[in-house]
């Protein structure tokens, strides 16, 4: 598999980790007050998973214009 096809694989994948992220996120929200000593936290994973699949995606964007 290509460098740019395996990239893809890994995007597809960070996305979903994305995404399930955010719906913690999303779900803490709708229980607050409750669990509140938790937002840095589910706040923290959310970050990292958007700013990891931001990279990602730039690092494809520049594999394929390369």
């Known amino acids: 598999m290509s460098d740019i096809e395996t990239l893809k694989a890994e995007i597809k994948k960070l996305s979903?980790?994305?995404?399930?992220?955010?719906?913690?996120?999303h779900d803490l929200s709708e229980e607050l007050p409750i669990n509140w000593q938790t937002i840095l936290d589910v706040a923290q994973k959310a970050h990292n998973a958007f700013a990891e699949l931001e990279a990602k995606r730039e690092q494809l964007k520049s594999l394929e214009t390369a």
Request: no cysteine; net charge positive; glycine share 0%.
């Open 16 to 25: 979903a980790r994305a995404m399930n992220a955010k719906m913690n996120l």
